[in-house]
């Protein structure tokens, strides 16, 4: 059987990994427009090839702080569908790993714990099997696409709800 | 003669006389004879006494005058006025006494000058004495300072001697400044030739230097094309790099038959990435290219601003060297000039050496001669002191003899 292959990347500094049946494709995209009202972590919309894209800063959203990019280009990784309206913007270095280990691999650096708690949810817990290893002894932190995308449906709807409220 | 005819004439008439007168009275023959001779004698000598007592009244009365004359009185005169020998005596003797008379005037006369004369030259001789000794004083003041006027030319000599070499080596050092001048006239020409051509150099070299400016700005051009060249094959293997993981994706999408197009995949990827990796290293060296290039365009402006300045400068020694080279030729000229004045001066100091040289012999000799003078005017101060005495002795003489002929009335 063939290891689950995963689209690595760096983020915050740190590899991490998105399972490849979750990813459509890599893509530059062009500047996002912003949204008003939209939290922080959602860069704005952006056209990819006719389509519109809802492109989320993921470092943001995982508060590892404002994804670097160079003016007017936007690296991205298109999420495959369900979410396929969704890009992540990452930072470079992005590779296609396989072999994956699931097991999580000893000393796990100090840290992801804190990360992990993003808004009060847990999105990657520590120790579980969301922090794996690379072939290259490289150690990621696997994130889901569901769940990133529930994270920032949250921050959305929290965003708007507290508007309304102040309302 | 005359006297003694008329004396034997007197005689022998006397005798006749006698004997006529005698004649008559005489007695007998022998006696009358004796008696007329007798009384002819008697009356001869009576005759003879009368005559000559007639004949000598004149004699007498000149020996009077001559009596009176002895005594000094010659203002006497002889009247005599007869035509025989006396008279002729007389008239001598008054002639002899008038001419005795005018000499004795004369000499008088002359005394007396001779006296005023001795007088007056024994004065004279006194002041000539007095001034002759002031004149030896003045002489032997004339002496001593003639002998210091010789010292003095003599030092004067030895001075102007001193000045004379000193104005010769001026000359020569004149001559030697002449040379020197004439040198760097000569020097200062070959400077303004060296700095005319490298005032040219530096032009040329402005230009080379704008040349390499303008072709290291077109390098800096290239460079920037190459950036954007590099820019659009990173774009491209950025793109590609894009490709080929997306191209991955798929290839592990599609399990076991993707595999292959998987390995492509990430070989395209690996080229892409090492395109992107030596695009990379070209725009980093075509951006140093450029800095660099901006920093020897900037260079080569300051060198160009150095250079036009340097020029400038160097065109400014260059009409400095040309003022220099004018004053120096000026200089030359000038220093020509004194060479040939103090050539001249030389010259002339050497004449004028010579000349005090014999200013001071002639001093020197002077000095003798006035020496000399000196002792002249001592000798000449004795002898008119000489004078003097016997000026007096003169006057003395002259008085005497005054007092001697005094003894003759003459008025």
């Known amino acids: 059987m063939t290891p689950p292959a995963v689209v690595r990347f760096q983020l915050g500094g740190r590899p991490h990994a998105l399972p490849l049946p979750e990813v459509a494709e890599l893509a530059d995209l062009p500047e996002p427009v912003p949204v008003p009202g939209a939290p922080p972590a959602v860069a704005g919309l952006s056209d990819l090839r006719g389509r ?100 920032c449906s949250r921050e959305v709807r929290g965003r708007f709800r507290i508007e309304t409220e102040e309302e | 003669m005359q006297l003694k005819l008329g004396l034997s004439f007197m005689l022998v008439a006397a005798l006749v006389i006698g004997v006529t007168v005698g004649a008559p009275y005489a007695v007998e023959p022998p006696y009358d004879l004796f008696v007329m001779i007798f009384g002819g004698l008697l009356v001869a000598l009576l005759a003879a006494w009368g005559l000559s007592t007639w004949l000598t009244r004149n004699i007498r009365a000149l020996a009077g005058v001559a009596a009176v004359i002895s005594q000094g009185d010659l203002t006497r005169k002889v009247e005599i006025r007869g035509q025989d020998e006396v008279g002729d005596l007389a008239r001598s003797f008054d002639a002899m ?20 004369s001795a007088q007056s030259l024994s004065a004279t001789a006194a002041e000539v004495n007095a001034t002759t000794e002031e004149i030896a004083k003045a002489a032997a003041n004339i002496a001593r300072g003639a002998e210091t006027q010789a010292e003095m030319v003599g030092r004067t000599s030895s001075i102007t001697r001193e000045m004379a070499e000193s104005i010769a080596e001026v000359a020569d050092r004149a001559q030697a400044v002449f040379r020197f001048a004439s040198e760097a006239g ?21 230009e080379r230097i704008e040349r390499a400016r303008t072709s290291v700005a077109g390098f800096q051009a290239r460079a920037l094309q190459i950036n954007k060249t590099v820019d659009f094959i990173t774009e491209v293997a950025h793109q590609t790099h894009m490709l080929a993981l997306n191209a991955a994706i798929e290839a592990a999408r599609a399990g ?44 080569m402006q300051a060198s160009e601003v150095a250079t036009s300045e340097g020029g400038q400068v160097v065109a400014a020694a260059a009409s400095a060297l040309d003022s220099i080279a004018e ?18 001066q030389a010259r002339g100091a050497e004449v004028l050496v010579r000349s005090i040289e014999e200013i001071s012999r002639i001093a020197a000799n002077n000095a003798a001669g006035t020496q000399e003078a000196s002792a002249a005017t001592e000798e000449q101060t004795a002898s008119m002191q000489e004078m003097s005495v016997s000026a007096q002795t003169l006057a003395r003489t002259s008085d005497h003899l005054k007092e001697l002929i005094s003894i003759f009335r003459i008025n």
Do not use: W, Y
């Open chain 2, 186 to 206: 000569e020097r200062a020409r070959a400077g303004r030739q060296s700095a005319t051509q490298a005032t040219r150099k530096i032009l040329e070299m402005a």
């Open chain 2, 327 to 344: 004053s120096v030729l000026a200089t030359v000229e000038r220093v020509k000039e004194i060479s040939e004045l103090t050539g001249r």
């Open chain 2, 256 to 299: 076991e038959e993707g595999r292959g197009f998987g390995v492509i995949a990430e070989e395209v990827r690996k080229l892409a990435d090492h395109a992107r990796g030596f695009a990379e290293q070209i725009s980093l060296l075509a951006e140093q290219i450029n800095t660099e290039s901006g920093t020897v365009i900037l260079a």
């Open chain 1, 52 to 151: 519109v894209v809802t492109v989320i800063d993921l470092a943001r959203l995982l508060r590892l702080g404002e994804e670097r990019r160079e003016s007017g280009r936007c690296f991205a990784i298109l999420l495959a569908a369900p979410f396929g309206h969704i890009a992540l913007t990452v930072e470079g270095d992005v590779k296609i790993a396989t072999g994956l280990d699931p097991a999580p691999p000893p000393g796990i650096p100090a840290g992801a714990e804190d990360r992990a708690m993003a808004g009060g949810e847990c999105v990657i817990g520590p120790g579980t099997p969301e922090e794996t290893a690379l072939p290259d002894a490289e150690i990621a932190i696997r994130l889901e696409a569901r769940r990133i995308v529930q994270l």
């Open chain 2, 97 to 116: 006494l008038s001419s005795l008379l005018n000499i004795v005037m004369e000499v008088r006369s002359t005394s007396e000058q001779i006296f005023e």
